[in-house]
């Protein structure tokens, strides 16, 4: 059967937003990698046991052992200098150190322009990998996979909701992960809000651009009965012209909180665990937990997985599925802000990048697809056994090429068990 009027109509429309966004970005992306300058920004901050060192002095030398550059950090142990573009060794003085603070050695890197470079020491007694025993490097990965799966499920409930309820595979759900950390940034740093505060706002500007999305565009979609290929290929149009929209208006470079805190190692014999690794557990588990009383006590919430399960049934029962369908697009970018918030928080560093949410996207799709496309609980259970998954991969793979184990995870399971875990197979009739 071929498309209906409309829906050729929305075809086009969403082929031509796809083909435009494109071309935007590119003439966006194209004179920023032109514009080279001649020096760069290298920072950093000192820290030893969670205490910053302060007025050390760190120094960079070229390839032939000349000093190019020397700062000293400040209370907080930050520190910032402009070098040549180029390789370079950064060094901290140890004449300079407190006394019984010594750094483990100097970090040797490219320096790139266009960009701040960050460089991190590392100060206490030098423990190789080597010297780790397997199982305090499984039992630390573990701690931090967990970590990172409970806060890819917190960006990812809202999307497979949305999934449940409509039908959507929404690829603009990534944009909405960065906008939450964008704005929470805007809050802090261009406002000069507390932190706390700014995430907060940021999670109610998600709720905003949730309701604004459905509004806006899915609505009228719906209501000219769209199918949902045509309103795929809108969905990846608007992600695209978000990214880039982010890109022009916020930074094509890594930005920092204002007042992020020093992040503490707390210690229990092998075990060793961040204070912002426990704040982001803790966190993310309150809101799942609340998500899940939302859904099973809750009368939106029963309406919510009434319409997940039938949508003409639940119609029929007298369920307004429109104002159901707005619920859910609201918590779904609360809930994607939030997500975005703890992704720079805890994975990042306190740092804020323009794609973060598009990385994050293959992850969240796998954690769906694993735990089951259209359950709250599914995409819970899939996200958490990813971010495991992706953080154990470290022992056998290089670091940078962790997420690769996120789409091959995707694609194993679409062959074994479409329907994931807890999904269950289509009904037909």
Known sequence: MGLSSPGKHFVVRGLLLLMLTVFAGLLCAGPAGAQEDE??????????????????????????????????SDDTGRWTFQVPIGPHTFEVDAESLPEGVSVQHAVTREVIAGRTNNVIFTFGEVRTGMSTPLYERLIRLSIDGLRFGLTIAVAAIGLNLIFGTTGLTNFAHGELVTLGAVFAWIFNVAMGMGLIVASLLAVVVGVAIGWLNNAGIWRPLRKRRVGLIPMLVVSIGLAIALRYLILMLFSDRTQAFADYPVSAQRRW????????????????????????VLLQKTTIGKAMRAVADNKDLAAASGINVERVITY?????????????????????????????????LLLMFAGITLGGLGTAYGALLGCVIVGLLVQLSTLVVNPDLKYIGGLLILIFILIVRPQGILGSRERIG
């Open 328 to 360: 859910v697009w609201c918590l779904g970018g609360g809930l994607a802000a939030l997500g975005g918030v703890l992704l720079a928080m805890s994975e990042l560093g306190g740092r804020v990048q323009w794609e973060m949410g598009f990385k994050l």
């Open 39 to 72: 020096t760069a920004t290298v920072s950093g901050r000192l820290v030893d046991a969670g205490e910053p060192v302060a007025d050390a002095r760190v120094r960079a030398l070229d390839p032939d052992g000349t000093e190019v550059a020397v700062t000293e």
């Open 269 to 292: 014999g092998p075990v060793a665990i961040t204070d912002i690794t426990i704040l982001t557990i803790a966190i993310s588990v309150a809101v799942l937990v609340t998500v899940a």
